[in-house]
């Protein structure tokens, strides 16, 4: 018997928190031993909120991801599995599939030049260039700075997606850098960079690539005020 009193060929998972559901569990990473009865996510819901009572106001908000994959309570789970908890992102719902990975999630600073020149080609006549930067005021209060964080190898595989669809339907290159970690007011947070044959096309794809990234990229943003207090941004509306 291991010392939680469970067999030693009961379930193990390994539990990743994200956001305000990190600070719900107090851990962003754990493996936990799970009961005989735990077999799918809605039994895991229940389970998980007699060990962190805080998650219980929140479950009506969270997403909750298999390997990598977003599940609903019938989601089976497996010994050695990976279950994500995903509050919902700052612009909204996550989204259900994925693509292969790319690198485009950063830690350093963001290279706008280099971003366009990915995107540039010689028979294309329009490029646009989407910088986003941290504000310095919110709720009219000084931003010191915003904390990314990301569960990142979802994220970097929808990132790609999002650019592979885009530019299928309109024909166009793009590309999307996202900073994580600490970015200081006045900093570039995300670059979006397109160029098509046409302007029209131009337009099109970055608005989308924009409103597509703050949808279902899970990537999440702690707002750092001048006086110390910090702030989760995340909606309440998920699926």
């Not at 994500?84 to 690198?103: I, M």
């Not at 569960?151 to 885009?166: F, G, H, T």
């Not at 409103?211 to 999440?220: F, G, S």
Request: proline residues 5%; aromatic residues 4%; glycine residues 8%.
């Amino acid at each position: 018997m291991s010392k939680t009193g469970l067999a030693s060929n009961a379930m193990r998972v390994r539990l990743l928190t994200f956001a305000s559901a990190a600070d719900a569990v107090g851990r962003e990473r754990t493996e936990i031993e799970l009961p005989e009865t735990v077999t799918d996510v809605a039994a895991l819901k229940a389970h998980l909120e007699g060990l962190h009572p805080r998650l219980g106001p929140l479950w009506h908000r969270l997403a909750v991801a298999v390997d990598g994959e977003i599940a609903d309570g019938e989601t089976p789970l497996r010994d050695g599995c990976e279950v994500a908890l995903l509050p919902p992102v700052s612009g909204g719902a996550l989204a259900t599939e994925q693509r292969s990975a790319s690198r485009r999630l950063r830690e350093e600073p963001l290279d706008v030049g280099a971003l366009q020149r990915r995107v540039e080609r010689r028979g294309f006549g329009a490029a646009l260039l989407f910088v986003g930067n941290v504000r310095d005021r919110s709720e009219d209060r000084p931003v010191a700075s915003i904390h990314y964080s990301a569960y990142r190898s979802m994220a970097d595989r929808r990132l790609a997606r999002i650019c592979d669809e885009l530019q299928e339907r309109h024909g166009a290159r793009v590309e999307i850098e996202h900073r994580l970690g600490e970015v200081p007011a006045g900093e570039a947070s995300v670059v979006i960079a397109v160029a098509s044959p046409h302007r029209e096309a131009c337009y099109a794809a970055s608005r989308e690539a924009l409103e597509r990234l703050k949808a279902e990229v899970p990537i999440w943003k702690r707002e750092r005020f001048a006086d110390g207090e910090e702030v989760w941004r995340e909606v309440e509306s998920l699926r």
